[in-house]
């Protein structure tokens, strides 16, 4: 399993992250920031500079991957 190294770590730090366009204002979802071709999807309560916690990061082709599994409608919920 790859991990991004210390450069993107710092990068993926810095990155603007974007709030789900499906996020109700409640501050309650999910964030996505990209840098160094990583991305790092995390709980918009942990951006804070005091409690920053990442809770996934994945190779940027994986996550494309994946976005295009969900909109073609490949999972049931």
Known sequence: MRTPDSAARVALARAP?????????TGNCGMVGAADGWVDIQH??????????????????????????????????
């Not at 992250?17 to 204002?25: D, E, P």
């Not at 990061?57 to 996550?63: I, N, S, V």
Request: aromatic share 10%.
């Open 17 to 25: 992250y974007r709030k789900s366009s499906r996020s109700a204002g």
């Open 44 to 77: 918009s309560k942990e951006r804070s500079a005091s409690t920053r916690r990442t809770t996934l990061t994945t190779p940027h082709q994986h996550w494309a991957t994946f976005l295009h599994a969900v909109k073609a409608s490949q999972f049931s919920l």
